[in-house]
């Protein structure tokens, strides 16, 4: 087996005297693969292979979890980004809602606190003058 940049691949065969001479000359050695092997039925426990396909394994392994490290923290950043900017929209939406609030109970408060000539007999200057206006208004 080798190890070509992201999965293991089967080589040609080879005799098993060649085969022998390089496991006791220490060319190959046995090694659990750590990536999925490119077998398409089944996936072998232990693979004989030279040091540098484990080297390359390795190698691809650590780029790989430094590639999702670095993937999680720009995830983190745009999720933190997202939040400020919904925070302030959402600081936005509240002052703009106040302030409508507060615009639309501004004529009441000038309506209910205003007063012109004596009070009349309910206590309010313009109690009659209201009754009037609401009986005028139901006919």
């Given at each position: 087996?080798?190890f070509?940049?992201?999965?293991?691949?089967?080589?040609p065969?080879?005799?098993?005297?060649?085969?022998?001479?390089?496991?006791?000359?220490?060319?190959?050695?046995?090694?659990?693969?750590?990536v999925?092997?490119?077998?398409?039925q089944?996936?072998?426990?232990?693979?004989?292979?030279?040091?540098?396909?484990?080297?390359?394994?390795?190698?691809?392994?650590?780029r790989?979890?430094?590639?999702?490290?670095?993937?999680?923290?720009?995830?983190?950043?745009?999720?933190?980004?997202?939040?400020r900017?919904?925070?302030?929209?959402d600081?936005?939406?509240?002052?703009?809602?106040?302030?409508?609030?507060?615009?639309?109970?501004?004529?009441?408060?000038?309506?209910?606190?205003?007063?012109?000539?004596?009070?009349?007999?309910?206590?309010?200057?313009?109690?009659?003058?209201?009754?009037?206006?609401?009986?005028?208004?139901?006919?």
């Amino acid at each position: 087996m080798k190890f070509t940049g992201c999965s293991w691949e089967a080589v040609p065969q080879v005799l098993v005297v060649d085969f022998l001479r390089w496991v006791f000359t220490c060319r190959v050695f046995p090694h659990v693969p750590r990536v999925r092997l490119g077998l398409p039925q089944r996936q072998l426990a232990q693979v004989w292979t030279a040091l540098q396909y484990i080297a390359a394994e390795d190698a691809y392994l650590w780029r790989e979890e430094n590639r999702q490290r670095e993937a999680a923290k720009q995830q983190a950043r745009w999720k933190e980004k997202a939040a400020r900017r919904r925070a302030d929209i959402d600081r936005k939406n509240a002052a703009s809602h106040r302030a409508a609030l507060e615009r639309a109970a501004a004529p009441r408060r000038t309506r209910v606190g205003r007063t012109s000539g004596p009070p009349g007999p309910s206590g309010t200057a313009n109690s009659c003058v209201g009754r009037a206006w609401s009986r005028r208004w139901r006919t």
